[in-house]
Antibody, heavy 120, light 113 residues
């Protein structure tokens, strides 16, 4: 079945880096825009970044612009989030999500999420 | 940036009764060329990722019970659960995807009275 498997979370010190991965299966990954969304403990959903199906367009939330980089490898059906200069306020569960259609759309499939804790 | 504001923040409804959650966007999410409202609703239960319920403001996702319905246009939207079931206890979020930099409401926690 259509699935997104997120990995790469963990505990990291402030100022360090971490890379998250999101492996897609059972759909044509290369046809869909993909997103990262995060949720701080006990808080709501915050959109983080978008990448178009062909990587030609990338957008970021102001809170992560200049520190985070979204990328994808369509040959590996995998989405990435490179997180640099991490701060305590980046502590959250990070989800990847798929657009419902090949145009910008709602998010119909979500990964289970991976916890990132930024702490000294 | 488009700001999404939900009301109320929390809601307690008796089983079998109607639950209504409101969502207001800071600017219209109605795209004039296709007459579609770029507004979705999600349900999130503890320890789980969000689940898509409604897209285009009023289209139910496949497999979603018909007691869930969405309405509204422009800047004002509503999610209605016609007859609350125990399994509907969750946090509900609206989302605009009119802008590529989408945004979510702060969430509404729905409980049983």
């Amino acid at each position: 079945q259509v699935q997104l498997a997120v990995s790469g979370g963990g505990v990291v010190q402030p100022g360090r880096s971490l890379r998250l991965s999101c492996a897609a299966s059972a759909f044509t990954f290369s046809s869909y825009a993909m997103h990262w969304v995060r949720q701080a403990p006990g808080k709501g959903l915050e959109w983080v970044a978008l990448i178009s199906y062909d990587s030609s367009n990338k957008n970021y939330a102001d809170s992560v612009k200049g520190r985070f980089t979204i990328s994808r490898d369509n040959s590996k059906n995998t989405l990435y989030l490179q997180m640099n200069s991490l701060r305590a306020e980046d502590t959250a569960v990070y989800y990847c999500a798929k657009d419902r259609s090949t145009s910008y759309d709602a998010f119909d499939i979500w990964g289970q999420g991976t916890m990132v804790t930024v702490s000294s | 940036d488009i700001v999404m504001t939900q009301s109320p923040d929390s809601l307690a409804v008796s089983l079998g009764e109607r639950a209504t959650i409101n969502c207001k966007s800071s600017q219209s999410v109605l795209y004039s060329s296709n007459k579609k409202n770029y507004l979705a609703w999600y349900q999130q239960k503890p320890g789980q990722p969000p689940k898509l319920l409604i897209y285009w403001a009023s289209t139910r996702e496949s497999g979603v019970p018909d007691r869930f319905s969405g309405s509204g246009s422009g800047t004002d939207f509503t999610l209605t659960i016609s007859s609350l079931q125990a399994e509907d206890v969750a946090v509900y979020y609206c989302q605009q995807y009119f802008s590529p930099m989408c945004s979510f409401g702060q969430g509404t926690k729905l409980e049983i009275k």
